[in-house]
């Protein structure tokens, strides 16, 4: 297993176990894209919990954004301790690190929701 899907699998269980998290969530009913390089995974959400991780090719009609980035940024931003520019979302989309596209209401209406959603696999400390 890639260590991109298997930080994807530690995000499903982080995400699913923190009922803090889903509770938040609750009212998120989407899918979004996660793109590390050219490797594709459609993240559905259903009632604040990852109902779906499945990777892929996918048409933009089946995800409502995407987040993009290369294998290194995702890598940085999933440190224990990311370095600065790395450490959150809206610092990466800053720097040109991360690119955001499509329909973004869904993911800035619950943006702490996403961005604790993502954080959930760094407190494992997945490093490479």
């Known amino acids: 297993m890639m260590h991109d899907e ?3 699998k530690t995000l499903v269980e982080k995400v699913n176990q923190d009922e803090r998290l889903c509770w938040r969530g609750r009212h998120v009913e ?3 894209l996660l793109e590390v390089d050219h490797e594709q995974y459609l993240i559905r959400i ?3 919990r ?3 991780v499945r990777k892929g090719e996918f048409e933009a009609c ?3 954004f995407a987040l993009r980035a290369s294998s290194q940024t995702w890598g940085a931003y999933w440190q224990a301790k990311p370095r600065p520019g790395y450490h959150d979302l809206m610092a990466m989309l800053k720097f040109k690190y ?3 596209e499509g329909d973004l209401y869904p993911l800035m209406s619950h943006l702490l929701y996403f961005k604790d959603l993502l954080v959930s ?3 494992t400390g997945a490093q490479s």
């Open 46 to 48: 259903q009632q604040g």
């Open 6 to 8: 298997r930080i994807l």
């Open 121 to 123: 696999a760094r407190a």
């Open 98 to 100: 991360l690119r955001m």
């Open 30 to 32: 989407t899918a979004f």
């Open 50 to 52: 990852i109902d779906s």
């Open 62 to 64: 089946e995800w409502s």
